[in-house]
């Protein structure tokens, strides 16, 4: 089994998989907490905390090695921890103090300062997350956790300014009860003047990480890391893709979701917000 994982194709095809699968996990889990009552959101993000006390010990114990399985160690590590932090988020644990939907007619300082308040402490809390890691990290052998959770941090960002300031193809269908009110911030659009950056950027930042891969030494351990980076760049870069072209990426997870005929209300309302937002807000 080491020889298959030894090899950087396979590692670019386990970050896919990681990808997958970590987020459907992610989107059932909160969807099922929909279906509770009480505190089940409150609940889940509380369970879920040994597997954030996992990738940090994960992250630390590979610091200092680079073979194998330090590499996919640190990788899988970095998903830990910043899969805790997106399920809080969706939870409505660590999300911001502004959980009313957008009026569709406001200035345009009053829409941000709203749009900035659903997300607030979930930024702040990932910004001191990342400067811990980097920190941490300093001088380290192996930095490929840190690195995997800035691809992560600065895609994230990079995806919520773009769906704030305008794109074709928003997916609401996964937005839990807690954090339905986010898509009246959404704005739909033909495009807006970030979006050509971003995928550049991350275009750029995927043909970086390929390079590495392809410089190092055949059977050297930091090829796994690098093809594990340009993959995961590479996926958030279809993830952009995926705000302008129509492919039905919901596809992707929606056999894992149940579905309400609430949900679909729910739905078909975010949806008529970001559809007025864009409307009074053309670019």
């Known amino acids: 089994m080491i020889d298959w994982l030894d090899i950087p194709w396979v590692a670019a095809l386990v970050a896919l998989i990681v990808w997958w699968f970590s987020t ?5 889990a909160v969807k099922r907490a929909d279906r509770g009552i009480g505190a089940s959101h409150l ?9 954030l006390a996992l990738g940090c010990w994960g992250f630390w114990q590979t610091l200092g090695t680079v073979d194998v399985w330090s590499i996919y160690g640190a990788f899988g590590s970095a998903i830990l921890i910043w899969g805790w932090f997106e399920l809080a988020f969706l939870c409505g644990i660590i999300s911001g103090p ?3 939907h957008c009026p569709p007619d406001i200035a345009p300082l009053e829409r941000f300062v709203r749009a900035w308040g659903t997300v607030a402490y979930s930024e702040i809390a990932l910004i001191v997350v990342m400067i811990a890691l980097v920190w941490v990290a300093q001088g380290a052998e192996n930095a490929f956790g840190v690195w995997t959770f800035a691809v992560l941090f600065f895609a994230r960002i990079s995806a919520k300014l773009n769906v704030y300031l305008g794109v074709p193809n928003i997916n ?8 339905r009110h986010l898509a009246s911030h959404f704005r739909i659009a033909p495009m807006n003047a970030l979006f050509p950056v971003s995928v550049t950027v991350l275009t750029f930042a995927t043909g970086c990480f390929a390079e590495r891969w392809m410089a190092q030494a055949p059977g ?3 090829a ?4 594990l980076l340009t993959a995961l760049t590479a996926l958030a870069l279809l993830e952009h893709w995926m705000m302008v072209l129509p492919l039905a990426d919901a596809k992707l997870w929606q056999w894992l979701l149940p579905r309400t ?5 729910d739905d078909a309302l975010t949806m008529t917000h970001a559809y007025e937002q864009g409307k009074l807000h053309d670019v």
């Open 24 to 28: 459907g996990l992610i989107l059932m």
């Open 43 to 51: 609940a889940l993000t509380i369970g879920s905390v040994p597997l």
């Open 98 to 100: 502004n959980s009313y």
């Open 172 to 179: 609401v269908d996964f937005l839990p009860k807690p954090m």
């Open 220 to 222: 050297a351990p930091e």
């Open 224 to 227: 796994l890391g690098f093809a």
């Open 261 to 265: 005929k609430e949900n679909e209300g």
